[in-house]
Nanobody, 124 residues
Framework: QVQLVESGGGLVQAGGSLRLSCAAS????????MGWFRQAPGKEREFVAA????????SYADSVKGRFTISRDNAKNTVFLQMNSLKPEDTAVYYC?????????????????WGQGTQVTVSS
């Protein structure tokens, strides 16, 4: 069992930055691939970024590539999402999620565990 708790969301102006954190419980955190997803009001949850258990492989949605960076610290059971050059269309609830294998990382249904989410609001 893995429990995930996101933090770091908030209100920021367009062009600003935020760093999201996702703290995981459980001794097996380092064996899980981790993903970040987001869901805007009235829209489906969508893939943002993912990272393999070792951190050697990462993947990003085209909409955030070059602006967001995913990373992890297995010693601290934490995964991060650094978000720069934020845009109003980045406004959403951001969720972290965990899955056993670094495959199917783009799909919500592939993930086994989810956090409660943290709100990110970008004002224009």
């Amino acid at each position: 069992q893995v429990q995930l708790v996101e933090s770091g969301g908030g209100l920021v102006q367009a062009g600003g930055s935020l760093r999201l954190s996702c703290a995981a419980s459980g001794r097996t955190f380092s064996s899980y691939a981790m993903g970040w997803f987001r869901q805007a009001p009235g829209k489906e949850r969508e893939f943002v970024a993912a990272i393999s258990w070792s951190g050697d492989s990462t993947s990003y949605a085209d909409s955030v590539k070059g602006r967001f960076t995913i990373s992890r610290d297995n010693a601290k059971n934490t995964v991060f999402l650094q978000m720069n050059s934020l845009k109003p269309e980045d406004t959403a609830v951001y969720y972290c999620a965990a899955k056993r294998r670094y495959s199917g990382i783009y799909y919500v249904y592939e993930y086994d565990y989810w956090g409660q989410g943290t709100q990110v609001t970008v004002s224009s």
